[in-house]
């Protein structure tokens, strides 16, 4: 089993910065591919980020690429989201995931991550 809790969430304005936070437990954190996935009101979950189990491979959805950056930290055990430039459409509930299959490669599929976090809103004002 893995807990994944998240933090860092709040309410900011357009073109401000935000970094959340997962921290890990219960699993070695070094076996786990992460990602982070975000869910608006009314709309289905959908992938953001995401970094290998060894962090020399990470991806990005195509609506936040050059401006959120995902990162990992073995000795905290924990991954965290920079996001920069924010928009208001980037307003949703942020959800943090791990994979622990270390399949090739990274996926942006919902169903190929077991564990998830409970998630942290994050508001964008215009």
């Known amino acids: 089993q893995v807990q994944l809790v998240e933090s860092g969430g709040g309410l900011v304005q357009a073109g401000d910065s935000l970094r959340l936070s997962c921290a890990a437990s219960g699993r070695t954190f070094s076996n786990l591919d992460m990602g982070w996935f975000r869910q608006a009101p009314g709309k289905e979950r959908e992938f953001v980020a995401a970094?290998?189990?060894?962090?020399?491979?990470?991806n990005y959805a195509d609506s936040v690429k050059a401006r959120f950056t995902i990162s990992r930290d073995y000795a905290k055990n924990t991954v965290d989201l920079q996001m920069n430039s924010l928009k208001p459409e980037d307003t949703a509930v942020y959800y943090c995931?791990?994979?622990?299959?270390?399949?090739?490669?990274?996926?942006?599929?919902?169903?190929?991550?077991?564990?998830w976090g409970q998630g942290t809103q994050v508001t964008v004002s215009s």
């Open positions: 995931a791990a994979d622990r299959s270390r399949r090739p490669g990274l996926s942006q599929r919902m169903g190929a991550y077991d564990y």
């Open positions: 970094i290998s189990w060894g962090a020399g491979d990470t």
